[in-house]
């Protein structure tokens, strides 16, 4: 079953505006992390932000921030002021704690994000 | 500190041969896991090591192998290749294979073609 559900294959964004990532997950875990990832070109993923199901408050992490609504199960990935170098893909991932022993993560399948100038 | 490096960084191999890739976790991490990305399945988790052994293991067939060693790099094999391996692999190195892990890196990948 899809756990993790990045519905947006594509967007585009204006510089120096923000822009919001969805990302929607399931599990019944009640334990549980949440990370997403940029994905250049270039093939490397580059870790962004990380918020714990038990975090009281979204994390932040300079440009980027996360909207954690954990009723409604979504983990959306705000990157503010956009710049040109953020045109990448962005991946959501989960990685459940206690149903899942190990550091394995489940991924979305994208967002690819295009900032025009 | 350095990151995670993974090599080679390409690798053109024929259906049939074998093929090891290598990653070498950031310097105290002792879990490594392995990823193939797909543009028809994106990414999928092949399995990780810790302490020298296989903690997990996603639904890959067997032709898909890897190991750990002391000092915590990873090596992963696949054998019989077929032109469906064409992928790009990733490894990703972390702390602690259990509990609160708040940070997973990856790092740039190995792109194999099978041709």
């Known amino acids: 079953a899809q756990k993790i559900t990045q519905t947006q294959p594509g967007m585009f964004v204006q510089e120096k505006e923000a822009v919001t990532l969805d990302c929607t997950y399931d599990t019944s875990d009640p334990s549980y992390g949440l990370f997403w990832y940029k994905q250049p070109s270039s093939g490397e993923m580059i870790f962004l932000i990380y918020?714990?199901?038990?975090?009281?408050q979204n994390a932040t992490e300079g440009r980027y921030s996360l909207n954690f609504q954990k009723a409604r199960k979504s983990a959306n990935l705000v990157i503010s002021a956009s710049q040109l170098g953020d045109s990448a893909m962005y991946f959501c991932a989960m990685r459940e704690t206690l149903y899942n022993q190990g550091g394995k993560l489940i991924f979305g399948q994208g967002t690819e994000l295009s900032v025009k100038p | 500190k350095a990151g995670v490096t993974q090599t080679p960084r390409y690798l053109i191999k024929t259906r049939g041969q074998q093929v090891t890739l290598s990653c070498s976790p950031i310097s105290g991490h002792r879990s490594v896991s392995w990823y193939q990305q797909t543009p028809g399945q994106g990414l999928q988790f092949l399995f990780e090591y810790f302490s020298e052994t296989q903690r997990n293991k996603g639904n890959f067939p067997g032709r898909f192998s890897g190991r750990q060693f002391s000092n915590s790099r990873s090596e992963m094999n696949v054998s019989t290749l077929e032109l469906g391996d064409s992928a790009l692999y990733l490894c990703?190195?972390?702390?602690?294979?259990?509990?609160?892990?708040?940070?997973?890196?990856f790092g740039q990948g190995t792109r194999l073609t099978v041709v």
């Open positions: 990703a190195s972390s702390l602690r294979t259990g509990g609160l892990i708040t940070e997973a890196f």
């Open positions: 918020q714990g199901s038990y975090d009281q």
